[in-house]
């Protein structure tokens, strides 16, 4: 059987003490924020603005958004902060979402989720138009990508298939788990990862999934998108096995993944870190987004 080690480019790339090639989300994000700054800077800058909308002040919403204006700035992007308090009311964030819409000056609008308890968050996104919705969530995004249409893809699971490739995981006829099915990662991630082109075989985990074990150990790619600390142990894993944790859970020891890091890493082939494996991908797909949408509006050359 081949191994994934086998499979990987691994010129240059560190590798944890088991012999896992670690997939660094910080030194890809690095390397596209930087490609993407000279793409602009190479047709002269033409403006390219990320407009987010932060309602309330959950602290960690705050620091995603906060990293992700850095990160703008880095990509010689525009960006634009809305911050409005969490008793705004419905209508005044429709309202802001409304106005970025029609401002032909913003080419992607983000609005920070959760939005506070009480707010309607999908009729908030209803207003982004798909030309715009650098966050892929809207159903008019969420139906291109079943239909297999051009389009805006969320940045999480965009953002794992740019650490696939990254890496040199081979996807074409391997078989790969995603555990966990919500609209924001599990289910985008699962529809590109079977797209043509990238022609994995996947499967759907979930929480009613039995035997999670039995699902996951002959899988070449494993990927945790639950938020529940340490559900995949080395156990899950085939030898050789590619595994990618998106899951966040916040313990008294910090940020701790879906994925046992110790273990799997003695028996994985390549393997995320938690945190800086996921997490900075999510902002770099932000921003190729954000280009792709100036694209798409006609006011980036394509
Ligand atoms: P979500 O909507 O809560 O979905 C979690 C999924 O996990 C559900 O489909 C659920 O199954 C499944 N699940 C729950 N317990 C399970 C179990 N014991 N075994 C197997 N599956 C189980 O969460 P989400 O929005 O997709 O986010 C998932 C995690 O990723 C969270 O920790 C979130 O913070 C993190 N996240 C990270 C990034 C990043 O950039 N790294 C970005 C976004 C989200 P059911 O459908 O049956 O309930």
Redesign the pocket.
Same mark, same amino acid.
């Given at each position: 059987m081949t191994s994934m080690n086998d499979l990987l480019i691994s010129g240059g790339d560190e590798r944890t003490p088991g012999g896992a090639i670690l997939m660094d989300g910080n030194r890809l994000r690095d390397e596209i924020v930087a490609k993407l700054a000279q793409t602009i800077a190479a047709v002269g800058s033409p403006p390219v603005c990320l407009a987010t909308v932060l309602v309330g002040d959950d602290a960690p919403s705050q620091r995603y958004v906060r990293n992700k204006h850095v990160q703008a700035g880095k990509a010689g992007m525009q960006s634009r902060n809305e911050i409005l308090p969490a008793d705004a009311g419905q209508a005044q964030v429709e309202d802001v979402v409304g106005r970025l819409a029609n401002d032909p000056s913003v080419h992607g609008i983000l609005v920070q989720s959760p939005l506070p308890n009480g707010y309607d968050e999908e009729k908030v996104l209803s207003l982004i138009p798909a030309d715009k919705d650098v966050d892929g969530l809207t159903s008019q995004s969420m139906g291109r990508l079943v239909r297999g249409l051009p389009g805006l893809v969320g940045?999480?699971p965009l953002?794992v298939i740019r650490l696939l490739e990254r890496y040199g995981v081979a996807t074409s006829g391997q078989r790969a788990v995603v555990?966990?099915? *919500?609209?924001?990662?599990?289910l985008p991630l699962s529809l590109l990862l079977a797209r043509k082109g990238i022609d994995a075989t996947v499967t759907i985990?979930? *929480?009613?999934?039995a035997d999670?074990v039995d699902v996951c150990r002959n899988a070449d790619i494993v990927i945790g998108?639950?938020?529940?600390a340490h559900?995949i142990t080395a156990a899950h894993i085939k030898p050789g096995a590619a595994v990618i944790?998106?899951?966040? *859970?916040r313990t008294e020891a910090g940020i701790v993944g879906?994925v046992d890091f110790d273990a799997v890493q003695a028996v994985a082939g390549a393997i995320t870190p938690?945190p800086g494996?996921?997490?900075p991908?999510?902002i770099a797909c932000l921003l190729e987004n954000t280009l792709s949408a100036a694209r798409l509006q006609g006011s980036f050359p394509v």
């Open positions: 940045c999480t953002g555990i966990g099915r *919500s609209t924001l990662v599990g985990a979930h *929480s009613r999934t999670l998108a639950v938020g529940q559900l944790d998106v899951g966040i *859970s879906d938690m494996g996921t997490g991908m999510t």
